[in-house]
Each structure stands twice: as C-alpha cells, then as structure tokens.
Nanobody
Framework: QLRLVESGGGLVQPGGSLRLSCTAS????????IGWFRQAPGKERERVSC???????DYAASVKGRFTISRDNAKNTMYLQMNNLKPEDTAVYYC????????????????WGRGTQVTVSS
C-alpha cells in the first residue's frame, strides 16, 4: 500500500506556529519531489511549498519568509514549519509526492495525503 499521511494540524492563534509532518509508506521519498498544497472552502487549491529530490525549495509568495519546508529521507518524512500564522492560512493542508522528471517538480500528480486541518483563529 502506497500512501502519505499528514499530521500536526490543529487550532492556533494568529502569530503562532505549527509543524506539519508527512510520512510515506510503501515507497521512499528520497526519489520524489514533495509538496505541500492547501485548500480552503470556496478557494482554489494552492501550492504552498515544494522541495525537490535534490533539496531545492520554493514557496508561494503568501507564505515566503514564514514557512519552511524540509525533508528527512532517513525517516521517510517531510515537514512544513509554519511560523507567524495568519487567519488566511486556515485550510486543509495536503502533502504530495511526484517522481516525474526525477523528482524535480511538485506537480501533484503521483501521490496525495488525506490532509490535515489547520485553523488560525483567536
């Protein structure tokens, strides 16, 4: 069984922090580009961040400087550290894994987790 499982979501006050985790089962993440996507009700799905198999990262403009993506291949896990959270960050967060182009890009085509809810509110 091939799957991704997110964890670490929850309720946090504006300005607070959360760390999301995504663990792969049935395959190894080291060959994949891993992305974090999010979707809020009534809004389009947004790519938040991506880390390639080679370690290159990128971020959506809305989270740049606040979020940090990382991976631990030994643990087959990747993370999204979210600091200075804003109400606009409220969404279901999904992790993805893509092996296309040698894991260079987060395309959201190969694997998706079920998501974890992040709510930023006072």
């Amino acid at each position: 069984q091939l799957r991704l499982v997110e964890s670490g979501g929850g309720l946090v006050q504006p300005g607070g922090s959360l760390r999301l985790s995504c663990t792969a089962s049935g395959f190894t993440l080291d060959d994949y580009a891993i992305g974090w996507f999010r979707q809020a009700p009534g809004k389009e799905r947004e790519r938040v961040s991506c880390i390639s198999s080679g370690g290159s990262t990128d971020y959506a403009a809305s989270v740049k400087g606040r979020f940090t993506i990382s991976r631990d291949n030994a643990k087959n896990t990747m993370y999204l550290q979210m600091n200075n959270l804003k109400p606009e960050d409220t969404a279901v967060y999904y992790c993805t894994a893509d092996g296309y182009y040698n894991g260079s890009y987060c395309l959201g085509l190969d694997y998706w987790g079920r998501g974890t809810q992040v709510t930023v509110s006072s």
